[in-house]
């Protein structure tokens, strides 16, 4: 499933191999008039409707001609489908009939407009991991620019305007700054290969950090966490300005033994481990210098006792670019800093941790500022995400 436009996906293709692609429609019932558009930019192969009457004056094939056909005789499938329900069903028919998931292309039909949607998933590169079959999610991933080329399934952080090559110093923020420079959605999200915001009514019990433990991640645990209901996941997001991570309160989560009573206690509490005593100083002085207007804020929030941190959150448009602005401002003063001292040689993702607590200012800012609809929803992290072994064209679940 791609973001962008089915029509940009496949213009930018026909520039990079020099020559039209070659495609293949694909609806499961019906295929609409607007849809026979798309290969005006394509060489046109084949039409195929699963469950219906193919147009007339196209060729067309049946779905078990096109589950005999070899991978490279076309270029794409383009699925045709009005909602991510039929887009699910239709990729799911797709795959099992052998088809490269990586040639799939979904074109949405229909006259009604929904917000467009784009939770990014940031996904390790060195561990196989499942991804949840849902069209809202956009597994990306992260420091890309490390990758040797070819062979990828999920598109890398590494394209367009991007800092894919400075992952080691900022994990997964790289993944959130490529989906602020080269998408266009109207809501904006981040969560982890192993972390996820759970949209199921249901309460789950939570450990003292606030959030939910889950072992394994498979098609059970996604209906649980209802992590694969889109309908329900739209109707909180685009009901809401802001869903958030409940925060975890700061007297209950041991570090090593011991409790504290503020963010900051519990950050301090981290140095010489993952920051230098100082660090969360410099983090002050860089706010009060070059965004004085989120100084309450940040006093508020690190001398409180909430700890929101993790950076898993769906925001509309405005409140996401605002947040990628405030983090990047300051988070690129810090870089030079600790460049220069020398910080970065001991402790190469300080800059990550900053931009967590960044996270967790800025979100004490939205609700102190009570004007925004916001939403918390519980966080659920799981042991086990490795990708098991499966067959082509079956399901890795």
Request: net charge neutral; aromatic share 12%; with cysteine.
């Amino acid at each position: 499933m791609r973001l962008i436009s089915v029509k940009e996906e496949l213009e930018s293709w026909g520039t990079a191999h020099g020559r039209r692609p070659r495609i293949v429609l694909y609806a499961l019932k019906e295929m609409k008039s607007e849809v026979l558009a798309i290969a005006q930019s394509a060489q046109l192969l084949w039409v195929c409707v699963e469950q219906g009457k193919a147009p007339e004056g196209y060729p067309s094939l049946t779905m078990a001609e096109l589950s005999g056909l070899s991978n490279a005789a076309y270029d794409f499938v383009i699925l045709a489908a009005e909602g991510e329900g039929r887009a699910v069903i239709g990729k799911q028919r797709l795959e099992m009939a052998g088809i490269d998931h990586r040639k799939i292309l979904w074109l949405q039909t229909g006259r009604y407009c929904k917000k467009n949607i784009a939770i990014l998933v940031s996904r390790r590169r060195d561990i196989p991991s499942v991804a949840v079959p849902n069209p809202l999610y956009l597994p990306v991933r992260c420091g890309a620019y490390y990758d040797t080329p070819g062979g990828h399934i999920f598109r890398g952080d590494n394209t367009g305007d991007n800092i894919s090559r400075y992952q080691p110093y900022f994990s997964e923020f790289t993944v959130q700054y490529w989906g602020w420079k080269n998408l266009k959605a109207d809501y904006y999200g981040l969560c982890h290969y192993r972390r996820y915001l759970s949209f199921a009514d249901e309460i789950f019990p939570v450990n003292e950090r606030t959030f939910v433990k889950e072992q394994l991640l498979d098609t059970g645990a996604m209906e649980k966490y209802g992590l694969l209901d889109c309908g329900r996941m739209r109707e909180v997001i685009e009901g809401n300005d802001a869903v958030l991570n409940v925060p975890g309160r700061v007297e209950r989560i041991p570090i090593e033994g011991k409790y504290y009573q503020t963010v900051w206690e519990l950050w301090a509490a981290h140095a010489g481990l993952f920051i230098r005593e100082d660090s969360l100083t410099a983090l002050m002085e860089a706010i009060e210098k070059q965004e004085p207007e989120y100084l309450v804020s940040a006093r508020e929030y690190l001398h409180g006792s909430l700890h929101r941190g993790y950076n898993c959150y769906v925001l509309r448009r405005e409140l996401f670019a605002e947040l990628c602005r405030l983090q990047e401002h300051i988070l690129r003063g810090l870089f030079t800093r600790f460049l220069r001292d020398g910080t970065l040689r001991h402790y190469p993702r300080v800059c990550g941790y900053m931009g967590e607590i960044l996270y967790g200012i800025y979100c004490h800012k939205l609700v102190r500022e009570d004007k925004w609809r916001i939403e918390e929803r519980q966080m659920v992290e799981f042991d086990d995400t490795l990708l098991k072994e499966y067959d082509r064209g079956g399901s890795a679940l």
